[in-house]
């Protein structure tokens, strides 16, 4: 479908990371995210699936794509408790460099991605060692740039089997030269944590590979669900 085309529906996409208990902002308790996801639901927010979003099949403005980095083995603690219950098949954005070592307890084996990934989630890349895709890191190093965009892309679809086309840029940083090696590389979307809503099908967004998500933290979840509130699209009553 083209740019041209009017939009049939929207997408709230939310970025979360961890579920460890931890003090660190980036991680969401598995209780909270949890009372996030039932919210969500409650509010009027169906969770869309990766394949219906690139298919363009979602309709309507009440959706939230969940979208989950770095491959952190944390997943497994709130997969069947907060996940499952509501039909969420997350978007899981994976980098090579830490998955499936002995030497990095918290990250995930190929094996357990391959678990969820059979029970419907979904997978993209997010760098090979999560570096900044910038021209700075590009005129630092050009080859370890380079294989943040390739090396992640080679090694995610023999390790998965899977075609990689969507990419989500580390810390959230990308450039022009970012976005022109990620077309480049065959992927087709690509996404940031700049706040936005986005529109479905994909092709219909100004710039593809610049995609907004919205970054959920313990901080930042208070302004998101204000966000949502605001956007929910309520059903006129007959």
């Known amino acids: 479908m083209g740019k041209g085309l009017d939009a049939r529906g929207s997408v709230h996409v939310l970025c979360y990371h961890t579920f460890m208990n931890r003090k660190t902002d980036y991680d969401v308790a598995p209780e909270e995210f949890k009372k996030q996801i039932e919210e969500m639901a409650s509010m009027g927010y169906r969770f869309v699936k990766t394949e219906d979003v690139l298919a363009g099949r979602v309709t309507g403005d009440n959706n939230v794509w969940i979208t989950i980095d770095d491959g952190n083995n944390s997943l497994n603690a709130v997969y069947n408790s907060a996940l499952k219950p509501h039909g969420v098949?997350?978007?899981?954005?994976?980098?090579?460099?830490?998955?499936?070592?002995?030497?990095?307890?918290?990250?995930?084996?190929?094996?357990?991605?391959?678990?969820?990934?059979n029970d419907g989630a979904s997978a993209g890349a997010h760098g090979f060692y999560h570096l900044f895709l910038n021209e700075k890191q590009y005129k630092k190093d050009k080859k370890e740039f380079l294989k943040e965009i390739y090396g992640s892309r080679d090694t995610l679809e023999s390790k998965l089997g899977r075609k990689m086309e969507l990419f989500a840029y580390p810390f959230g940083?990308?450039?022009?030269?970012?976005?022109?090696?990620?077309?480049?590389?065959?992927?087709?979307?690509?996404?940031?944590?700049?706040?936005?809503v986005v529109q479905v099908p994909l092709e219909l967004n100004a710039e593809p590979l610049k995609l907004p998500r919205f970054l959920?933290?313990?901080?930042?979840?208070?302004?998101?669900?204000?966000?949502?509130?605001?956007?929910?699209?309520k059903p006129r009553k007959s």
Request: glycine share 8%; charged share 20%; no cysteine.
């Open 216 to 233: 959920v933290t313990k901080s930042s979840w208070k302004n998101v669900r204000g966000i949502l509130s605001k956007n929910l699209n």
């Open 173 to 196: 940083v990308y450039s022009d030269l970012a976005r022109d090696e990620l077309a480049q590389a065959g992927f087709k979307y690509a996404f940031t944590i700049n706040h936005g």
């Open 89 to 117: 098949k997350p978007l899981l954005f994976l980098y090579p460099g830490i998955l499936d070592r002995k030497s990095v307890p918290y990250a995930m084996s190929y094996a357990e991605i391959k678990g969820f990934l």
